[in-house]
């Protein structure tokens, strides 16, 4: 089983600043790595998916580096609206498994 | 544009089988070569693949889950379901479905969730 760790659990940014998030993998992923976005009673909703390519109107702010075991997802200016927690994830292509990261939270500083 | 929603009790007792289903809609649930999944979140935790199901009927589960876990799909009703036996208070979460579009993907659409308390 392919175990995702996340870090930091907890990262305090101000506004405007760079938010840089870590995530590895136990084994090798190549680039079958996907970043999502959850806000309080809300779903996750989709960021990154093979660990670089935003997703549909995703703002171009947010961007995803990495392959292998090794990811970093980086807010370059946080907005407001960025405080969120932000699981990674990785899509095993056969057998078909899906592992969640166990979420870093953004909040203000 | 597919979109999904969760349904079933928000109340399950101890020992009893969990039931959801997730009602597909903006396109059919046997003609889309996708993966329909489910995923749940315990309060405060984080996330938890369950298990999916390919189109095709053929199905893959979360080995921690495995024992107790059955998704299925009913085409003529355009819908996947979940049903997940001997519930503990452990089993209480909110519990997403959604999409993707292979085996090796991310998942997108997802549902908007539903809250399931196991309790008596």
């Known amino acids: 089983e392919i175990v995702m760790t996340q870090s930091p659990a907890t990262l305090s940014v101000s506004p405007g600043e760079r938010a840089t998030l870590s995530c590895r993998a136990s084994q090798s992923v190549s680039s079958n790595l996907a970043w999502y976005q959850q806000k309080p009673g809300q779903a996750p909703r989709l960021l990154i998916y093979g660990a670089s390519t935003r997703a549909t109107g995703i703002p171009a702010r947010f961007s995803g580096s990495g392959s292998g075991t090794e990811f970093t997802l980086t807010i370059s200016s946080l907005q407001s609206e960025d405080f969120a927690v932000y699981y990674c994830?990785?899509?095993?292509?056969?057998?078909?498994?899906?592992?969640f990261g166990q979420g870093t939270k953004v909040e203000i500083k | 544009q597919l979109q999904l929603q969760e349904s079933g009790p928000g109340l399950v007792k101890p020992s009893e089988t969990l039931s959801l289903t997730c009602t597909v809609s903006?396109?059919?649930?046997?003609?889309?070569?996708?993966?329909w999944g489910w995923i749940r979140q315990p309060p405060g935790k984080g996330l938890e693949w369950i298990g999916s199901?390919?189109?095709?009927?053929?199905?893959y589960y979360n080995p921690s889950l495995k024992s107790r876990v059955t998704i299925s799909v009913d085409t003529s009703k355009n819908q996947f379901s979940l049903k997940l036996s001997s519930v503990t208070a452990a089993d209480t979460a909110v519990y997403y479905c959604a999409i993707t579009a292979m085996a090796g993907a991310w998942f997108d659409p997802w549902g908007q969730g539903t809250l399931v308390t196991v309790s008596s």
């Open positions: 199901i390919y189109y095709s009927g053929s199905t």
């Open positions: 994830q990785q899509y095993n292509n056969w057998p078909p498994t899906w592992t």
């Open positions: 903006g396109g059919s649930i046997s003609s889309s070569s996708y993966y």
